[in-house]
């Protein structure tokens, strides 16, 4: 059974720090390409972050270019998301995804606030 789960995720001030975690099993996670990505109500999911399996390539929004870095523990199965510097606008919940080729798994998310 495949899983993703999230942690990490709370209210912190503005210029404060969190890490999120993401932790999988059920499938090979050293054979798929690793995102995060975040939601707020109304608008469309928006990606974050995301990081290669072959070579550890990453990329990064321009919102968030400089202050958040995702990076893999390939024998923890696990992702995370550093994220430096939040403004308010970083406000939302924050899903894993494991992608490749055809299959796509998602986590249950979790919420992140900024706020004074």
């Known amino acids: 059974q495949v899983q993703l789960v999230e942690s990490g995720g709370g209210l912190v001030q503005p210029g404060g720090s969190l890490r999120l975690s993401c932790a999988a099993s059920?499938?090979?996670?050293?054979?798929?390409?690793m995102r995060w990505y975040r939601q707020v109500p109304g608008k469309e999911r928006e990606l974050v972050a995301q990081?290669?399996?072959?070579?550890?390539?990453?990329n990064y929004a321009d919102s968030v270019k400089g202050r958040f870095t995702i990076s893999r523990d390939n024998a923890k199965n696990t992702v995370y998301l550093q994220m430096n510097n939040l403004r308010p606008e970083d406000t939302a919940v924050y899903y894993c995804n494991a992608h490749r080729l055809q299959s796509d798994y998602w986590g249950q998310g979790t919420q992140v606030t900024v706020s004074s």
């Open positions: 990081i290669g399996y072959i070579f550890g390539n990453t």
């Open positions: 059920g499938f090979t996670f050293s054979n798929y390409n």
